[in-house]
């Protein structure tokens, strides 16, 4: 399965709901859970308008037994109610992850934003702002404004001013299942002043649906990150220092040399205050280093990340053009989430019907976080919109917020891993990096069927010839 993921902020309106018109059938409306299924050919998912997000996500095991591989809540009333508020599979804005101090300038004008995260004496309601703040998007209901059979398009308008953030924001989400893949695109609109703005998926994976009956951990999900040479470093609050570390050969962080289970390395103590103080796990901004390729189509360069657990034989390639990722692997999780009725073992003792700590991870593609404080990474024309951009300043360094993405439930048939095609059956191999070379080598000295990569018009192809 392929999430792909886009956001286009400014745009000409890419019109994210047309492929929903092209798409087949009328949606049907909530169900009574207030939940919106939409459907693709052997996946199936659940949203709602809270914080536009995904609520179920099934698709069958390599057994043939349907799994509910995201984490959530049995019905949409309840995700208001809950006082946790995870951020179980919603759309976090105006501005993922965390702001330093609440505060950012533009332009030399400093604003500051309301905080929600790391309360302490001086600053109780918290030293920071994490995702859009008290009321970011995820605590909002979005507005439904199209439903087919295999499509869902929300809409959010977020006011000058709110959570401290200027200028008004105006963003549609559409979330489309073709066969396996699940397309996310996001397209938002600085419409009055400059502004942040950094979108991402929030969703929460377990690949068994929690119906292991060997652990209840992702611990054996194995995790690639083939472009995750670094990482943002932060301090033990999780705000970005302005380094950028190396993730050296055989360290914890270290998912880039080759697959490696998300628990290879549980033990040791580099794993340990990695994911802030007193943290042992990961809650990591991966950078992905593409530079190398020169111009690259994101839809068909290989995934930027692949997970998968042998368990279930359910894999999972998401395909992005965002150039940082974040990894976290549930520390906060600890026991005190229900599983859907959709999920999980029933009357076994050993594994009660809650999320455990270490029992899902997030998968965030976005930009690199709190670039809006760091001038020297240089991320201002992927992280700061106004209503002046020209929605074709390019591909890259263009007004794309939170890019394009897919998740792709891999079918066996997928050309560049050669797998046999089966009814329903998901491929449980990673694509080997040596595959990957091999499409690559193969493309640059043109045998390859795809074409045009290296063209000289590659941002106006890929701009206009955009299959959203
Ligand atoms: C909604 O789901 C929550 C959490 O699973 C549950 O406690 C509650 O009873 C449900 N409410 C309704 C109306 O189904
Ligand atoms: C959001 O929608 C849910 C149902 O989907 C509803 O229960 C809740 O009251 C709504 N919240 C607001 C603030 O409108
Ligand atoms: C943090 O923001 C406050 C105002 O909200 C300001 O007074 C203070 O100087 C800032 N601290 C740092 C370290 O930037
Ligand atoms: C675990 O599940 C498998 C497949 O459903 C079953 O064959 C096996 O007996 C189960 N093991 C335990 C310890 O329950
Ligand atoms: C599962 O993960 C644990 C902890 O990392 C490891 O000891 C074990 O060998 C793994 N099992 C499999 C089947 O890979
Ligand atoms: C560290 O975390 C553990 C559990 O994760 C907790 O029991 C312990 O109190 C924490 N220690 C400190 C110093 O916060």
């Known amino acids: 399965m392929y999430v792909k993921q886009c956001l286009l902020g400014l745009a000409v309106l890419a019109l994210p709901w047309t492929s929903a018109a092209k798409s087949k059938g009328k949606g049907k409306g909530p169900d009574s859970d207030g939940k919106y299924w939409i459907s693709g050919d052997g996946i199936k998912a659940a949203f709602i308008p809270y914080g536009a997000s995904i609520s179920n996500l099934l698709i069958k095991d390599q057994y043939g037994i349907q799994r509910d591989i995201v984490t959530g809540f049995d019905n949409a009333s309840y995700y208001g109610i809950d006082t946790q508020h995870p951020h179980f599979g919603g759309v976090p804005g105006r501005y993922a992850n965390r702001i330093k101090n609440s505060s950012f300038t533009i332009d030399d004008e400093t604003y500051h934003v309301t905080p929600n995260d790391n309360p302490t004496k001086q600053s109780p309601k918290g030293a920071d702002t994490l995702h859009g703040g008290p009321d970011g998007w995820d605590y909002r209901n979005f507005t439904v404004v199209a439903h087919t059979d295999s499509s869902i398009t929300f809409s959010i308008v977020d006011p000058d001013g709110k959570e401290g953030f200027p200028g008004e924001v105006v963003s549609y989400v559409t979330y489309t299942l073709t066969g396996l893949d699940w397309d996310i695109k996001m397209v938002a609109l600085a419409t009055t002043k400059k502004t942040p703005i950094m979108l991402s998926s929030h969703t929460y994976w377990n690949l068994d649906g929690f119906s292991n009956n060997d652990t209840s951990s992702v611990f054996n999900h194995t995790f690639h990150m083939p472009y995750g040479g670094q990482r943002v470093g932060v301090d033990n609050i999780l705000i970005p220092t302005g380094e950028i570390l190396p993730n050296k050969k055989g360290s914890v962080n270290d998912f880039w040399s080759k697959p490696k289970q998300i628990g290879a390395q549980a033990n040791d103590p580099e794993l340990k205050n990695n994911c802030g103080f007193n943290c042992t796990g990961y809650d990591t901004c991966f950078t992905v280093n593409r530079g190398h390729l020169g111009a690259y189509d994101w839809r068909t360069e290989g995934p930027v990340a692949t997970l998968s657990s042998d368990w279930s034989?359910?894999?999972?390639?998401?395909?992005?053009?965002?150039?940082?990722?974040?990894?976290?692997?549930?520390?906060?999780?600890?026991?005190?989430?229900?599983?859907?009725?959709?999920?999980?073992?029933?009357?076994?003792?050993?594994?009660?019907?809650?999320?455990?700590?270490y029992g899902c991870v997030v998968l965030e593609v976005q930009d690199f976080i709190d670039g809006i404080n760091?001038?020297?990474?240089?991320?201002?024309?992927?992280?700061?919109?106004?209503?002046?951009?020209?929605?074709?300043?390019?591909?890259?360094?263009?007004?794309?917020?939170?890019?394009?993405?897919?998740?792709?439930?891999?079918?066996?048939?997928?050309?560049?891993?050669?797998?046999?095609?089966?009814?329903?059956?998901?491929?449980?191999?990673?694509?080997?990096?040596?595959?990957?070379?091999?499409?690559?080598?193969?493309?640059?000295?043109?045998?390859?069927?795809?074409?045009?990569?290296?063209?000289?018009?590659?941002?106006?192809?890929l701009a206009s010839e955009s299959d959203w």
């Open 313 to 357: 034989g359910i894999q999972l390639d998401v395909y992005s053009d965002q150039d940082a990722f974040q990894l976290y692997s549930c520390t906060q999780q600890d026991g005190s989430m229900a599983l859907k009725k959709t999920q999980g073992l029933f009357d076994n003792p050993d594994f009660p019907r809650i999320i455990p700590r």
């Open 374 to 461: 760091h001038p020297e990474w240089m991320r201002d024309r992927k992280q700061i919109f106004g209503p002046g951009d020209d929605p074709r300043r390019g591909f890259v360094a263009g007004p794309r917020l939170c890019g394009c993405g897919t998740v792709r439930t891999r079918d066996r048939a997928d050309p560049p891993w050669g797998f046999q095609k089966g009814a329903g059956a998901l491929n449980s191999q990673l694509p080997r990096a040596p595959d990957i070379q091999r499409q690559r080598a193969e493309r640059a000295s043109g045998r390859s069927g795809r074409s045009g990569r290296h063209g000289p018009h590659q941002d106006e192809t």
